[in-house]
């Protein structure tokens, strides 16, 4: 009995000494193929093409502005970026919009302005009290807010890049850019009423004026190239600060200045996350790409 207990544990324990030599040779192994494999010292990719590390892009493009109210936003512009590395550039981005009216608006033209007739029949209620926010003419040029033309200096990154496939048979060099950077816009807005000047509700106070907003902006976009100096992609752009879309009075009076005032002015702005979607074309220059060892 004693034999067979002293044969098992000399068992166990053989066992218990081998998988600690196991243990104790598998880093060692490891850092042996490391440091003598046929990959030992080998860039993480071979032959990989540097589109932007010392090239000018240029990207003539078309901008669509998002989820307007009374006037949408269709803007041609031109991006100039500079690359110091594949992964970091300095360039301005603008461009200058043209407008047309959303559905809304043309309800309103309708059957608020043109239905009323104020012009004519400015004793009715509905014109009396509409009379310091609806213009007796055009909506869109008279009193709705728009974006004249927009610069942007702004610094790009690149963070990803790689390939897509399409159905594996279709292959195409893709990066994802972020940018960043400070925004000067035009605006027109309806000029100031009320208080200090001509009473809104006088049709000459219904005309539009310019000033210049400055305002963050930042986005993503997707690009790709499908020769070695001409791309093509789509890029989402947000630009957030206030003005006064409408031209009505929105604020001003009572408690907290939430009612309005009978006056239009800078209290009139709401804030608002303006989004721009873009396509673009990409042409670099030189035409020629680096290409890594």
């Not at 081998?18 to 243990?23: H, I, K, N, P, Y």
């Amino acid at each position: 009995m004693m034999r067979r207990f002293v044969k098992g544990l000399c068992s166990v324990l053989a066992a218990l000494s081998g998988c600690a030599v196991l243990m104790a040779t598998s880093p060692a192994e490891a850092q042996e193929i490391q440091l003598t494999g046929p990959l030992a010292g080998a860039p993480a990719v071979r032959k990989l093409r540097l589109y932007r590390e010392g090239r000018v892009e240029l990207s003539p493009s078309v901008s669509f502005s998002l989820l307007d109210e009374y006037q949408r936003t269709i803007m041609p512009g031109l991006r100039a970026t500079y690359h110091f590395t594949d992964w970091l550039g300095v360039g301005v981005w603008g461009g200058f919009g043209f407008q047309y009216t959303t559905n809304l608006t043309d309800e309103l033209q309708e059957k608020a302005v043109n239905a009323r007739d104020c012009a004519n029949r400015e004793f009715t209620k509905a014109c009396r009290l509409t009379a310091g926010n609806l213009t007796r003419g055009n909506l869109a040029e008279d009193q709705l807010g728009r974006m004249q033309w927009i610069a942007a200096p702004q610094l790009t990154f690149v963070p990803f890049r790689g390939k897509l496939a399409l159905f594996a048979e279709l292959f195409v060099d893709t990066d994802v850019n972020i940018f960043v950077g400070p925004a000067f816009v035009g605006l027109q807005e309806r000029r100031e009423c009320g208080s200090s000047g001509t009473p809104c509700s006088n049709p000459e106070s219904f005309s539009l004026e310019s000033r210049l907003a400055i305002a963050p902006t930042f986005g993503l976009g997707i690009n790709f190239y499908p020769t070695n100096f001409f791309g093509f992609g789509v890029e989402y752009r947000g630009l957030p600060f206030s003005w006064n879309t409408s031209g009505f009075d929105n604020y001003g009076g009572g408690p907290n200045g939430d009612f309005p005032d009978t006056a239009v002015n800078s209290e009139d702005r709401q804030f608002f996350f303006n989004s721009l979607l873009t396509l673009n074309l990409t042409f670099f220059l030189p035409t020629k790409v680096k290409i890594q060892d």
